[in-house]
């Protein structure tokens, strides 16, 4: 696949007073491995009195040349009208995707003309999550535009010296959102980190700073409770079905003002009621760089409660089939079963997963093998280019998936080739649980267009990859982004999917035999 960007510049050239505030230089480390980005200084602007930082759109960018193709960014500036509009274009073999992004002062608003802009300039990470894989040509249903409004959740934009400032966190927010990296900001310096890649040391190192014996300021406590009240409107998927008019009516002030902020956050994550929805690590203010978590599972809401009931019953079969060894369910990496049928257990979809999966059916003799299932049971899913790869083990197919944005309304459906042959000379099933959930529900939704056959119980559902969020004080979250998976007719798949044929015992060889036949 060939990209070309092209960008535009026109320049308008006024003269503008300079807001009352104070600069510094910043230091820019970069930990990420997935993105080869030089490690370098920026200037944020700061209110005067105050803890928030802004940055320059344009410097941001240009700081992020590794993650972004940076040097194809121009901008146009209206002074006049105190706008600044973004225009890039990216060809994908004969088909060209222009789309624009602006910022206006005066109004206090950004707006996009379409999602996919925020998604044609992000590069390849280094880890190929579709290898061995062809891409098809999708089927595209563009979105509407969209305008975020800023004033509500006292958000803002400056133009200082011709160039346009916003807040860090909501220009890392804007910027990043179709990647799993961030530009996380501790009061002293920047890091660029893999979000979804997070551990202990990672923290303690992006957390430390000269704040963490100390409160966060009114000020961080409002932006922190605007932020909510944002992520919520712009980038929760899942509004409608857990019944979410609106940020503001969802989270009070008075939930973030009292107590300790990290905490707090911590409960406002908890109160999505839903298993995407999660809180990673608490802030750089009042850290010890010790517990970077809460252990806290009360006041659990319907859906999570519900997961936790069916995890104990999937638990207690799976203890009365493999045992325990070492304090732990002794599940099998593969066994044969009645003579002709190999099952596999898939516990997580890890990049390796497919490779591992390919020696497995690879060395399995096909003389004495005529059924291969693949054992999703204990799966909550994991990466999704894992799914698409094992699928191209399975079959020779074309293999497609589905999305619907919840916020721009668009639709696509992605599909995708093995490079190799498939081994399909076996017969393949895909079994499930009440625990099946994420990229697994989505391999029994494949499954299900592709015509293998699903026995077990129905899954848990999760239709909505999830998407990462830095709060003003540092704490990070993820949720259900505005990205939906679906079926074929453009259903969300959340709620789960039932199988074809429902066992009783899900590790019964004899219910197992009664399917096959």
Known sequence: MKRIIKVILLTITLTILISCGKK?????????????VKNSYVDLYFKEESDIAYIDVHEFIKMLNGVYYSNEFEFLKDLENETLTINIEAQYDDEVISESLML????NIIEVTNLDFFSIYIKQTETDYSEGLISLDPIIEKGSKIIYELTEYEFDILLLEERFYMPLFLTNLLFNQETYFDVYFNGETLYGIDTSDLNNANMKKISKSKYNKEEASIEIVNASYNYAKFITDYF???KEERNIKSGKEFITLEEFSNGDLNKNIFDF???YDDLHSSHIMRGYYNNNLNDFNYNDDSNLGYNVTKFYDGLERVQQQAINYFGIKDDFINILEKEVINGDTLVIYLTEFKVETPKELEKIIKNTDDKKINNI??????NLGGNLGAVLRIFSLMTNEEIWYHMINKLDGSKASYGVLGEKDAYDNFNYYI??????FSAANLMVSIAKELDVKVLGNKSSGGASPISFHIFPNGSIINISSNTVLANDKFESIEYGINPDYVMNDIYDRYEIREFLN
């Open 104 to 107: 206006n002062v005066k109004d």
């Open 269 to 271: 994550t908890k109160k």
């Open 236 to 238: 929760y998927g899942l």
């Open 24 to 36: 510094g230089e910043y230091e820019f480390i970069n930990l990420s491995k997935e993105y080869k």
């Open 431 to 436: 079994k499930t649980s009440s625990l099946t």
């Open 373 to 378: 299932i693949i054992d999703l049971t204990f």
